[in-house]
């Protein structure tokens, strides 16, 4: 795989972040009954992110949680070896909540698919609202995000890589092309 074209930069990604922050408290009339999850991996991040910006603008820190899908997964059978499970933590309570699930590419709806189902064995949620990094399309399911950073066009022969500072030590978003 070779670099395509880089999509966002460190800036561009913090600018998507705070839109995205934004976009949820307004949509929400601000952030009562509000919590995040991530989905693990990049997503965590992306979710702490956007918590620590909507901290900032209304002076009050909301609920965040990481979320392992990977027994949900459709294609777990698929999978060669023993799959690596990781921790969840959601220390809070969902039930009658508004919650943003978070997560660094939307592609073909079934990553989403399986953290709800996930997300359903912590409870009841008021509303489940998608805030993603980057939108690919090429939906398999009927899945949308309710909040975007960026909608990238992109053919099924290439990929979208999330680089973030805390897993990878550089912030950008390239596609790659197969070679």
Same mark, same amino acid.
């Given at each position: 795989?070779?670099?395509?074209?880089?999509i966002l930069?460190?800036?561009? *990604?913090?600018?998507?972040?705070?839109? &995205?922050?934004?976009? &949820?408290?307004?949509?929400? #009339?601000?952030?009562?009954? /509000?919590?995040?999850? $991530? =989905?693990? #991996?990049?997503?965590?991040?992306?979710?702490?992110? =956007?918590? +620590?910006?909507?901290?900032?603008? @209304?002076?009050?820190?909301?609920?965040?949680?990481?979320?392992?899908?990977? !027994?949900?997964? +459709?294609?777990?059978?698929?999978?060669?070896?023993?799959?690596? *499970?990781?921790?969840?933590? %959601?220390?809070?309570?969902i039930n009658?909540?508004? /919650?943003? /699930?978070?997560? +660094?590419?939307?592609?073909?709806?079934?990553? &989403?698919?399986?953290? !709800?189902?996930?997300?359903?064995?912590?409870?009841?949620?008021?509303?489940?609202?998608?805030? *993603?990094? %980057?939108?690919?399309?090429?939906?398999?399911?009927?899945?949308?995000?309710?909040?975007?950073?960026? #909608? =990238?066009?992109?053919?099924?022969?290439?990929?979208?890589?999330?680089?973030?500072? @805390?897993?990878? $030590?550089?912030? @950008?978003? *390239?596609?790659?092309?197969?070679?």
């Open positions: 795989m070779k670099e395509k074209a880089k930069d460190k800036e561009g *990604v913090q600018r998507a972040v705070t839109r &995205i922050a934004h976009e &949820i408290i307004e949509k929400n #009339n601000g952030i009562n009954e /509000l919590c995040l999850v $991530g =989905i693990r #991996n990049r997503g965590v991040y992306i979710a702490k992110r =956007i918590a +620590d910006c909507i901290g900032k603008i @209304e002076s009050k820190q909301v609920p965040t949680g990481a979320l392992d899908i990977t !027994l949900y997964r +459709d294609d777990l059978a698929l999978a060669s070896g023993q799959p690596l *499970v990781r921790k969840t933590e %959601i220390d809070f309570d009658n909540k508004t /919650l943003v /699930l978070v997560d +660094d590419v939307l592609y073909t709806g079934r990553t &989403i698919r399986a953290a !709800l189902d996930a997300l359903i064995d912590f409870g009841r949620p008021k509303t489940i609202q998608l805030a *993603v990094l %980057i939108d690919r399309g090429h939906r398999e399911l009927p899945i949308r995000a309710d909040f975007v950073g960026k #909608n =990238i066009p992109t053919s099924r022969k290439e990929s979208v890589e999330v680089h973030l500072l @805390e897993p990878d $030590g550089r912030d @950008e978003v *390239v596609i790659m092309e197969k070679d």
